[in-house]
């Protein structure tokens, strides 16, 4: 399977704190990208790291991506209520055209 | 900033019955998605959609689903005869070029209930 696997499964932090989620995969990738949920809402793209890259910035939000090992860990630093959500990370394979998701991991951010 | 749609934002049906969730993709993309979540699990693909055809689907899009472009912006999924286990959120998205070099737009999604 080429989904992606975040773990932990759920992570629960003091506002300020910084939070690491990874997330693991099986295939050879095109692009890994991750995205928010907010409880019962859509998907918010955060950033897309492609195979070629190791490390992309957007604000708080830092990414990277290790093809040999397969994986890629977001980073969120300086971390708010605000960004309590579900974070997934989605890969999308060699010549297809379809993204696969991993189960998430359940950020808690405490005030 | 221009965004991915979905109507309804909720829809209740009896099981076996037939629905339509509805899509207006962001005006300049070229490729669609549909994608489903029951509650509590992870996001999956059903299907992707480009130039009036079905590109790649999953497992899941069986012969029950099927998607239309009916006209120059909606963007369309039925289910045939719905089953208890469709309760799920489903998704729409779109991009502009294929999903291996950029980034997929979600919608709001579509809470499906089927009683």
């Known amino acids: 399977s080429q989904q992606g696997e975040e773990d932990p499964q759920a992570l629960s932090i003091q506002e300020g704190e910084n939070a690491t989620m990874n997330c693991s995969y099986k295939?050879?990738?095109?692009?890994l990208q991750w995205y928010r949920q907010n409880s019962g809402r859509g998907l918010v793209h955060l950033i897309l790291i492609r195979s070629n890259e190791r490390e992309k910035h957007s604000g708080r939000l830092r990414v990277t991506l290790d093809t040999s090992k397969k994986s890629s860990s977001l980073l969120i630093t300086a971390s708010r209520a605000a960004d309590t959500a579900s974070y997934f990370c989605a890969t999308v394979w060699y010549n297809n055209n379809d993204m696969r998701f991993g189960a998430g991991t359940r950020l808690t951010v405490k005030p | 900033e221009p965004e991915v749609t979905q109507t309804p934002s909720h829809q209740v049906t009896q099981m076996g019955q037939e629905v339509i969730l509805r899509c207006v993709p962001i005006s300049n993309h070229l490729y669609f998605y549909w994608y489903r979540q029951i509650l509590g699990q992870k996001v999956e693909f059903l299907v992707s959609?480009?130039?009036?055809?079905?590109?790649?689907k999953s497992e899941i899009f069986d012969d029950q689903f099927s998607v239309e472009r009916p006209d120059g912006s909606n963007f369309t999924l039925k289910i045939r005869s719905t089953k208890l286990e469709d309760s799920a959120m489903y998704f729409c998205?779109?991009?502009?070029?294929?999903?291996?070099?950029?980034?997929?737009?979600f919608g709001p999604g579509t809470r499906l209930t089927v009683l």
């Open positions: 295939t050879s990738i095109n692009n």
């Open positions: 998205a779109s991009s502009v070029v294929r999903s291996g070099t950029d980034t997929q737009y």
């Open positions: 959609f480009y130039n009036n055809e079905i590109s790649e």
